[in-house]
């Protein structure tokens, strides 16, 4: 069966960083796209990022792009997003996503 697990979210000072990852299981991972969301509170969900097979990268928002950083490791069946200079606005629940199929999402929160 599909599984997505995410990791790597947590409390972090504003203009820090964060490593989320996304592994994946049950599918053909290497030739499928894999995309990043993110939900803050009381607010719809909202694209953060995605990789294609043929690692095609989008990174979504001008608040996000030269921040966020999608990548790929097939052989680890992960997919890595890398957060610099987070603010309190990144504040969210990430989840990673593929062929209609989600992770139970990781937790963001940057405050002083």
């Known amino acids: 069966q599909v599984q997505l697990v995410e990791s790597g979210g947590g409390l972090v000072q504003p203009g820090g960083s964060l490593r989320l990852s996304c592994r994946g299981s049950g599918f053909n991972f290497a030739r499928t796209t894999i995309q990043w969301v993110r939900q803050a509170p009381g607010k719809e969900r909202e694209l953060v990022a995605f990789i294609t097979s043929g690692d095609t990268t989008t990174v979504n928002g001008d608040s996000m792009k030269g921040r966020f950083t999608i990548y790929r490791d097939n052989a680890k069946t992960t997919v890595y997003l890398q957060m610099n200079s987070l603010k309190p606005e990144d504040t969210a629940v990430y989840y990673c996503?593929?062929?209609?199929?989600w992770g139970q999402g990781t937790q963001v929160t940057v405050s002083s």
């Open positions: 996503g593929a062929i209609g199929f």
